[in-house]
């Protein structure tokens, strides 16, 4: 079990940044991918950003290619997720989750440890 919380979430104006973080309480850590999800109300939760265990590759859904960037520090168990340039659009909870088997998966049940989730709320 990977216990993961999530952090940096908040009220900001569209144009502004946030970057999120998401600390993992095992040194096993490094050896597993990393997710970001999202999920706005009355809708499914959603891909957002993927990274390697070592950093390798990274993935974007569309929506937010050029605007976040994913890494992660496995030193510190953290992964973040810098987000640029923010729209109302991007308003959700955003969970970050664990790919124990590195499968570079775009969708949730591939992903076996889940954090509680930060709100990330952008007016317009």
Known sequence: QVHLVESGGGLVQ????????CAASERSFSYYAMGWFRQ?????REF????????????????????FTISRDNAKNTVYLQMNSLKPEDT????????????GSKYSQDYDYWGQGTQVTVSS
Do not use: Q
Not at 48 to 67: E, F, P
Not at 93 to 103: K, L, M, P, T
């Open 92 to 103: 959700a909870v955003y969970y970050c989750a664990v790919d124990r088997f590195n499968r």
């Open 14 to 21: 569209a144009g502004a940044s946030l970057r999120l973080s």
């Open 48 to 67: 957002v950003a993927g990274v390697g265990r070592s950093s390798s590759w990274t993935s974007y859904t569309d929506s937010v290619k050029g605007r």
């Open 40 to 44: 706005a109300p009355g809708k499914e």
